[in-house]
Each structure stands twice: as C-alpha cells, then as structure tokens.
C-alpha cells in the first residue's frame, strides 16, 4: 500500500480507502460484527489508513464498530464520517447541512466513534437548501474547537463546492480539502466539471462506487441475469440498480472480464486498476462484505494495465462532455478563437 495527500495538505491517506457501508447487517446486504472485524484487519494489516463511513450506515452500527475496532490504533488511523442525510424523519432539522445538525450530528459521531476528533468531516450531499457560506463557517468552527481536522464534500454540484472554496480561502477559513464523487468505468460524468474542479482547486478526488455497484466485478452478467445475486442491494431494492444495469454498462463490464482473463485477475482488480491509472489522482473507495472479498479488491494494487488496455476501456466507457466543453475542442471553434495561432500554440 502506497500513500497520496489528501488534496492540498500535509495528510497522508492510503491510494485504497476502505469503505464501511458493509459493516453492520441493518441494510440487509452487509456483515456481522465477526466479518467486518476480518474486513478491518486485513486492511490494517495491507497498510491501509484511511476509513470512510457516514452517520447514516446501518443506522450508526458502521460508526460504532469502527470505534471499537480502531480503539487501540486511533492515532495511526485517518478516519472520516458524514453528516446530511435524515437521522429522525419526524424532525425537521435532523437533516440537511445546516449548523445545527451540523453539531448535532458530529457529536453523535464522536460519541459512536469513541474518539474526541474526527480526521475528516464529509457533507454527505447537497442538500439544495441551506448556503454553502453556512456550512463552511459552520465546519471552520468545528474546526477551531479541535473536533475536526479537515473539511470535504460528496455528491455537490461543481458550481457549489467552487463557489464555497472561493470565499473560504478569501476569508482564510476551512475550505473543502476533497470530494466524493460517483465514478467508475460505467460513470464517468464527474470528468465533465467536478474532476476539473478539484484539479484546480488541488483537492483530493475519493470515488465511491468504484465497481459500478458490483456490475464492473461481473456479478450481474451471471447466469442469474440483470437481477444478478439473489443477496445483493439490488435483488434487495431493485429500483436501487436500474440505472447501472443499462446495455453499455454490461457492454463495458463485459470489456472489463475479458481484459482480466486475459491477465488472469478478477475484473474488480482491472476495474479498480483502470482508476488508479487515471491522469489525475483518485482514491478508490472499496467496500467488503468479508476478508477474501477485500483481498481480491486489493489485489488491484499489484500490477498496471498496459496503455492498449487503458486505451481500450477509455473508449468503451468513453461519455460525451456535452456542452460547453465538447464544442469548445472543436478544432474550428478553437481557431475562431485564436486565429492562426491556434496551430502554433505550445500546450
């Protein structure tokens, strides 16, 4: 296991982060306190530091094993959470990015956690109400009072995290050092504004989602079909996959198969290896539901797809930009722009 910045700090966070999504059997698709234990130490033990979890998986338990797990080597560990998504349906306030579930739930957190400072603090996403002004000054002081040590945002619009980030470093407060986004082979749409972004903003790119909610790992072109597994989220909560199982989607995960039995790897190895080779960095978030799972998942870290794999997979999951972007590359718009210079430009 090698290790990235976390963005533009000094933090030091493994190239694999670990998901916690699986720890706890509330979600009817995860894993008993025994496995995610297992899950734990082989991740420990590979050298990985950075755990990802949110106040909202398996209703807390993710939170709380994690708290118990990591009791005797918290200091060595980068942990983070999230805040946003409902805690009490009947409250009103109990959701959302503003500063009182803020602190509400950031308490809850520490409490569950077993743990007087959270490494880094996510806004889980968007929520389309409360300005992003409030919640970064909301984020700065928990800062200031030493609960948190760094700021990041999932599931946002480019246009907000921007726009927060332009006024934190103004004013010298806490700006979002990272994002989560949804990005895989099959969802690639982050490279229209939100990669882009943080690249100019130097903040850490994590992906959640990596294998495509398990399509990439050729879980649903079994012969079970579209429905794949009958213990997976999707068999659970079939309206939760009808996007990820699109005709390209199998297309590209069946491109994905056969580059790894050619490399003799699973595909999940080959699709998490397509992400750490991108032009610029990305943490892949990778869940587990048991220790063989994770070691495969790991298993990504131990070789490199040559350029005409890369290649390949680039063009098969290949998306359009859309607009403004795909117009301005077209090679006469660019000469509209700069004339006969446009052939000489050294870029």
């Known amino acids: 296991m090698r290790y990235r910045l976390f963005g533009n700090t000094g933090l030091k966070v493994s190239e694999i982060c670990l998901g916690t999504m699986t720890f706890g059997e509330e979600f009817k698709w995860g894993s008993d306190e025994k496995s995610s234990l297992e899950v734990f130490k082989t991740y420990v033990e ?39 998504l409902s805690q009490d349906p009947k409250d009103p306030n109990a959701s959302g990015n503003h500063r009182k579930n803020l602190f509400r739930s950031l308490e809850e957190s520490l409490k569950r956690l077993k743990t007087d400072y959270i490494d880094i603090y996510w806004v889980h996403a968007f929520d389309g109400i409360t300005p992003i002004e409030e919640t970064l000054r909301a984020l700065d002081d928990a800062v200031r009072q030493g609960k948190i040590l760094y700021a990041g945002i999932s599931d946002a619009p480019a246009w907000v995290i921007a726009k927060g980030n332009t006024e934190a470093l103004f004013r010298n407060k806490i700006a979002f050092s990272g994002i989560q ?42 012969p079970e079909g579209k429905k794949g597994p009958k213990e997976s989220r999707f068999a659970i909560n079939p309206e939760f996959g009808k996007r990820f199982l ?23 190895e080959v699709a998490l290896n397509w992400l750490l080779q991108r032009p610029f960095p990305v943490i892949p978030i990778v869940g587990a539901k048991n220790k063989k799972q994770l070691q495969e998942n790991l298993g990504c870290l131990n070789f490199k797809l040559n350029e005409k794999d890369l290649k390949l997979l680039d063009e098969v999951s290949d998306i359009s930009l859309g607009f403004p972007h795909d117009f301005l590359k077209e090679s006469g718009i660019r000469k509209l722009i700069h004339g006969e210079v446009e052939d000489k430009l050294l870029l």
């Open 246 to 268: 699109s005709e390209k989607n199998l297309a590209i995960a069946k491109t994905v198969q056969q580059i790894a039995k050619k490399l003799k790897v699973t595909a999940a």
């Open 46 to 84: 590979a050298g990985g530091n950075f755990l990802d979890t949110a106040n909202y998986y398996t209703k807390g338990t993710s939170e709380t094993l994690i708290g118990k797990f990591a009791s005797k080597i918290r200091q060595s560990l980068v942990i983070a959470t999230k805040y946003t």
């Open 181 to 222: 986004v949804n990005y895989s082979l099959i969802e690639r749409t982050s490279e229209r504004d939100l990669i882009p972004m943080a690249e100019d903003f130097k903040m850490a790119v994590t992906a959640w989602s990596p294998l495509g909610m398990g399509v990439l790992a050729g879980k649903y072109s079994s």
